[in-house]
DNA sequence: GCCACTGTATCGCAGTATCGATACAGTGAA
DNA sequence: TTCACTGTATCGATACTGCGATACAGTGGC
């Protein structure tokens, strides 16, 4: 089995474990740090590394095997799929996409003029920015 | 007490109820419908109207108030504040700068070039323009 | 076959949120 | 003061969610 850098979890978080894990994992994927074909720590390992359910790595590996990223074999283990990488990236363009239809919708509801709307979509963007910077 | 237009209510919607009254209540005051000083019907009137609990009405309500659309005066009733108009459109460009900052972290985040992130804003436009015409 | 490893299914507990029933409290006209 | 109207506070039923304990089931090396 690789060497896997400890995942960050936060239980005090508003956010489920299930979720923090699979998305750490999905940013690994996508970043290409966790490569396809790779198996990943078996569900208990993984929850005795962070003290806690197996369950709870079960769910978030289910997440991932929906998406397409994972594949499971009972009693063998979890994998990277062998298109997890190019995957990975569609689907977080996908939920950009998501992101920036609902914000158009609400712009929209409302009657926000699409002049206005680039012009904050620019403010924000240089915000984000000089932040970063 | 002045007519209103019954509010579009779905009890069966996983958004709820009171949540749905707010947002409904915003929108008419942003978009001039419900005009400052209007006085809203009781919090017994709009549930008996809509078979609701009157504590879920007050709920909704309170909300409003919080933001500062509303104001409440035990006793006598409960009416659209004076700033309202002008505070409901500015809340309504703070949710949509919200959603963008949210937008714009997620590009970032997983490494997006701005240029990307700037041609998917345009698509997704392009695309609610299609849409609604 | 045996055994140690995989993932999976079932159950229950705890925390939380929505919403209703009901009782409380303030206001103003008669 | 009285009464009919306002909003408010309290409590409970219900549903849902996250997650843990525990038992079940498949796989492969020995």
């Known amino acids: 089995m690789n060497r896997h850098s400890r995942l960050h979890l936060e239980p ?3 956010i ?3 979720l923090q894990i699979a998305e ?11 490569l396809p074909d790779t198996e990943l720590p078996s569900v208990r ?3 005795s590394e962070h003290l806690i359910n197996p369950n709870t790595v079960a769910r978030a590996y289910l997440e991932l095997e929906r998406e397409g990223l994972l594949s499971k074999r ?10 997890a990488t190019k995957l990975a990236a569609t689907y977080r363009v996908q ?18 003029p699409r ?10 963007l240089s915000a984000a920015k000089e932040k970063s910077a």
């Open 74 to 83: 009972r009693g063998t283990g979890t994998y990277v799929s062998t298109s």
């Open 12 to 14: 005090a978080s508003p």
């Open 45 to 47: 390992a993984l929850a």
């Open 95 to 112: 939920a950009v996409r998501d992101l920036l239809d609902k914000t158009i919708a609400a712009a929209a509801e409302f009657g926000l």
């Open 16 to 18: 489920p474990i299930y």
């Open 115 to 124: 002049k206005q709307l680039r012009q904050l979509f620019e403010d924000r």
């Open 24 to 34: 750490q994992l999905r940013h690994r994927i996508a970043a290409g740090t966790l």
